[in-house]
């Protein structure tokens, strides 16, 4: 999940009879580690378990890549009408699943994203389905969700969010199970996000020294965009250590931000910033 950038995965192209062509996975440049193991809390709770290693999807049948950008949510990606999801290829049905999302209808969403996951051969698709991750922490699937944001770091290690999604799906697990032992993963050594309220917020979630004041003071100081993930991710860290009044507070006023309710609108974090506040009754 890297602000508005374009996210590439995998799909598989149906022929003619029964025939499947296998699918590609392009990862982004300065990526690296994609075989590092990554420990699940219980991979057979896992939505889908991964049957092939990743190192082997670059393999020269492998023929398709579909891009899907974190503005796709509002989009018209897809030719088909919500009942005729029967005949979407899976880069539809994981925008459809987006677009279901953003109206509030989490349980659908993790339907539509389970199926494309399913359409694609050898779970190729799974490490890259993080909206998948997001509907799930907010359907309190917690374990199921941290297992998904786990496999998404096997492919993209260097991206903060990822990491601090699975760290609020932990600490909920923590907060209904005193006993729960705690895994929170980390970015490579000597590695970091390259940008720099992720920092903060990276930093906050693990408790390597960063507040909640340094977070409020950092989104207060940039651009815009580093004001609402200030908010959002300080509303998101409240609520999963048990602090929900000053959780909706920070995600209320996430939602209402200039970049919410302006050019970012069709960021699909504004809209799990609105979700949030809708699912909680947060007006």
């Not at 891009?67 to 049905?93: V, W």
């Not at 297992?147 to 932990?170: G, H, M, S, T």
Request: aromatic content about 10%; some cysteine.
């Amino acid at each position: 999940m890297i602000f508005n950038i374009v996210f590439l995965f995998h799909a598989c192209l149906i022929h003619a009879a029964h025939s499947f062509v296998h699918t590609a996975a392009v990862l982004s440049s300065g990526f690296s580690n994609k075989d590092a193991p990554v420990m699940l809390l219980n991979p057979a709770a896992s939505p889908t378990a991964v049957s092939a290693p990743l190192s082997t999807l670059s393999s020269p049948d492998m023929l398709k890549v579909y891009r899907l950008s974190r503005k796709g949510s509002g989009s018209a990606l897809f030719a088909q009408r919500e009942d005729d999801t029967d005949k979407m290829q899976p880069k539809q049905l994981v925008s459809l699943g987006m677009k279901t999302f953003s109206e509030s209808r989490v349980q659908d969403s993790i339907e539509l994203f389970d199926r494309a996951d399913e359409a694609v051969p050898n779970g190729s698709l799974t490490p890259f389905l993080w909206q998948r991750g997001i509907s799930l922490y907010y359907a309190d699937q917690f374990e199921a969700g941290s297992n998904q944001f786990r496999y998404d770091v096997k492919v993209n290690p260097l991206d903060v969010e990822e990491i601090v999604w699975d760290i609020a799906c932990q600490n909920r697990l923590k907060g209904l199970n005193p006993n729960f032992e705690m895994r929170k993963m980390a970015l490579p050594q000597g590695k970091n996000d390259r940008r720099k309220i992720m920092g903060t917020v990276y930093s906050l979630f693990r408790g390597d020294g960063a507040t909640e004041q340094d977070l409020a003071s950092a989104g207060h100081s940039g651009s815009a965009s580093d004001e609402f993930y200030a908010l959002f991710y300080l509303g998101l860290y409240c609520e999963s250590i048990g602090e929900t009044s000053k959780a909706a507070n920070y995600m209320k006023a996430a939602a209402t931000t200039e970049y919410a309710k302006g050019r970012g609108r069709a960021d699909y974090m504004t809209d799990c910033a609105r979700v949030h506040c809708n699912l909680r009754h947060w007006s």
